[in-house]
C-alpha cells in the first residue's frame, strides 16, 4: 500500500479538510503514515493568513524536495501536492518558486485530488478555480475505524468561506463566498460520527453565526434551529461551535445558550480590536461598545461562560489611544484565552495598501504588553474554576498512568485519576489544583456511558 503524509497549518477547517483528503485517498490505495519520510505522497495544507504562516510553506517545500531527490536515488516516487489556502491564492506562481511541486489545489477543490494526481503524471497541475458543484457531495464517507482513530471529539464544517471582507484579511479570497451546508446532510454526518463513539461536536467554519442551510422543510435554517437538531442525535452529549462574527450573533443564538443543555459555555468571538476607529477602518461593522453588550447579555444567559477571542495589534493608523482602548475592553470583558497577533499586510487586501502602516518596534511592543494581561486573564480564569465540580468528557490516556485527560465544558484540558473510567464517558470532576496548562481534579462521579 502507498502511504500518504499530510501536514497541515492555520485553522480547523484545514484540520477538517485533511481528515477529509486522506479519507478520499484511502479510496485511492493510500494509507496515511505520521512520517515524510515513509511518504509516497506529501501533502502541505497551507494557511495564508499572515506572512509568516505563508512563508513557511516554502521552507518545508524545500525540505520535501530533499526528500524527494533522496528517495528517487533509491527508486522510490515522491508526490508533492500543496493544497490549502496559499494554493488558492498564489496557484501557479507554487510551481515557479518550487517546481519539484506535482499538484497546486485549492480547498474547495481537493475531491478532484484522484483525477489531479493521474493528471501529474504528464506535468504539473494547478487546480484553484472555485468549482460549481459542491465537494462535499463528492467526497467519499469515512469509515468507522477512521472516526474512531480521531477521537470523541470531532469537527463538523457546517458553513465555509467568508462574505465579510475585512479589510486585513485574505479569507474572502482563499475560501471563496459564504455557503451552508444543507442540514439534512449535517444530520447525517453527525449521526455517523456519533455512532463511531464520538459524543462532542465543534461546528466549524469562517463565520458559522452567519449559519444559513437548507432544512428538510425547504425553508432556511439559522445556527440555533441547527444546535437544536444536532443535540437530538442520539450519543452526542457536548456541541460547540466556532468561529462567531459580533454582527451575526442574534436573539435565537444567544437564547440558545443556557436553554440547550448540551451547548457548551464556550464562545470564540473574536473582537480584534477595542476602538471604535480601528474597527470601522478593519470594516469589522460594530463598535466596543456592541461587543460588551453581547458578552454581558450572553454572561447572563451562562454564567461562567468561558469567552475567548482574536486580536490584531498594529492594524495600520493603530494609534496608543486606539491600543490603550484594546486593553480597556480586555479589562472589562476578561477573556478564558485568547489569540493575538501583529498585524501581517496581506498581498490584495485594502488594508496592506494604507501609507500608515505601524512600525514593526511599535507592534511588538503593544503585542508583549497584551499578551501579557491576555496571560494573567487566562491564568485568573483556570484558577476561578478550582473547586468548582465540573462534568469532564474523557478523551484519552492521561501523562501518568491511571490517569485520564479531557475538557471541562468550558474548554480547559482536566487529568484526573480514574482506574475505571473510558475514553467517551462524561465523569464528574472537582478541580483541586490549575496548573500552567491543564487542571486537575478528583473524580466526584463516575458520568454516563452510551453505547456506540
Ligand atoms: N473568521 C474568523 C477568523 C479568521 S482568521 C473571524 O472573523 O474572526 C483568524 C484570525 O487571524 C483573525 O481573527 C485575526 O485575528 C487574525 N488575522 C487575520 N488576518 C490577519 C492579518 N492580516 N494579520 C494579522 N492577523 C490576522
Ligand atoms: Fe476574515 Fe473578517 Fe471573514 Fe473573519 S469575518 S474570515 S476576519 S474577512
Ligand atoms: Fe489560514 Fe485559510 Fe484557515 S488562510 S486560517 S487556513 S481559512
Known amino acids: 500500500m502507498k502511504k500518504v503524509f499530510v501536514k497541515s497549518y492555520g485553522c480547523q477547517a484545514n484540520v477538517y479538510d485533511a481528515e477529509r483528503m486522506t479519507d478520499l485517498l484511502s479510496g485511492e490505495g493510500y494509507s496515511e503514515t505520521a512520517t515524510m519520510e515513509d511518504a509516497d505522497l506529501v501533502i502541505l495544507n497551507t494557511c495564508h493568513i499572515r506572512e509568516k504562516a505563508a512563508e513557511k510553506v516554502y521552507s518545508e517545500l524545500g525540505r520535501v524536495r530533499d526528500l524527494k531527490i ?79 482513530s480521531r477521537g470523541v471529539s470531532a469537527f463538523l464544517t457546517i458553513q465555509e468561506g467568508c462574505d465579510k471582507f475585512c479589510t486585513f484579511c485574505v479569507v474572502p479570497y482563499t475560501r471563496g463566498t459564504e455557503i451552508s451546508r444543507p442540514v439534512s446532510r449535517l444530520v447525517d454526518e453527525a449521526t455517523r460520527l456519533a455512532g463511531a463513539g464520538v459524543r462532542e461536536l465543534s461546528l466549524i467554519g469562517q463565520n458559522v453565526n452567519a449559519y444559513h442551510g437548507e432544512g428538510p422543510d425547504g425553508t432556511t435554517w ?42 457548551m459555555p464556550s464562545l470564540h468571538l473574536p473582537v480584534q480590536s477595542g476602538s471604535d476607529r480601528v474597527l470601522e477602518a478593519m470594516n469589522r461593522k460594530h463598535t466596543a461598545d456592541e461587543y460588551r453588550r453581547i458578552i454581558a447579555r450572553m454572561r447572563a444567559r451562562q454564567p461562567g461562560l468561558a469567552v475567548s477571542s482574536d ?37 490584495g487586501t485594502p488594508a496592506a495598501e494604507r501609507g500608515d502602516q505601524v512600525p514593526e518596534a511599535v507592534k511588538t511592543e503593544r503585542l508583549a504588553r497584551l499578551q501579557k494581561l491576555l496571560e494573567t486573564q487566562r491564568v485568573a480564569y483556570n484558577q476561578g474554576t478550582v473547586g468548582q465540580t465540573l462534568d469532564v468528557l474523557i478523551e484519552k490516556p492521561g501523562r501518568l498512568p491511571g490517569q485520564m485527560a479531557g475538557k471541562s465544558p468550558y474548554l480547559q484540558p482536566v487529568q484526573f485519576d480514574t482506574e475505571t473510567l473510558a475514553v467517551g464517558e462524561i465523569a464528574t470532576v472537582r478541580i483541586i489544583r490549575a496548573g500552567g496548562g491543564s487542571l486537575f481534579g478528583e473524580l466526584i462521579k463516575a458520568g454516563d456511558k452510551v453505547a456506540a
Open 70 to 148: 533522496e528517495r528517487e536515488a533509491q527508486g522510490q516516487e515522491t508526490k508533492i501536492i500543496v493544497a490549502g489556502c496559499v494554493a488558492q491564492a498564489e496557484g501557479a506562481e507554487i510551481l515557479r518558486r518550487a517546481p519539484s511541486v506535482d499538484v497546486v489545489v485549492g480547498p474547495q477543490n481537493y475531491h478532484h485530488l484522484p483525477d489531479l494526481l493521474q493528471r501529474s503524471r504528464m506535468k504539473a497541475v494547478v487546480d484553484t478555480e472555485f468549482p460549481i458543484e459542491d465537494k462535499f457531495d463528492h467526497l467519499p464517507k469515512p469509515t468507522r475505524a477512521q472516526i474512531v
Open 311 to 347: 486580536f490584531i495589534v498594529g492594524f495600520p493608523g493603530e494609534t496608543d489611544a486606539d491600543f490603550d482602548e484594546t486593553m480597556r475592553l480586555v479589562a472589562d470583558v476578561g477573556f478564558a484565552f485568547s489569540f493575538s497577533f501583529k498585524y501581517s499586510p496581506r498581498p
Open 222 to 263: 439559522t445556527l440555533s434551529r441547527l444546535l437544536y437538531r444536532l443535540a437530538e442525535v442520539p450519543g452526542i452529549a457536548r456541541l460547540r461551535y466556532t468561529t462567531s462574527h459580533p454582527r451575526d450573533m442574534d436573539e435565537a443564538l444567544i437564547l440558545t445558550h443556557g436553554d440547550l443543555p448540551a451547548l
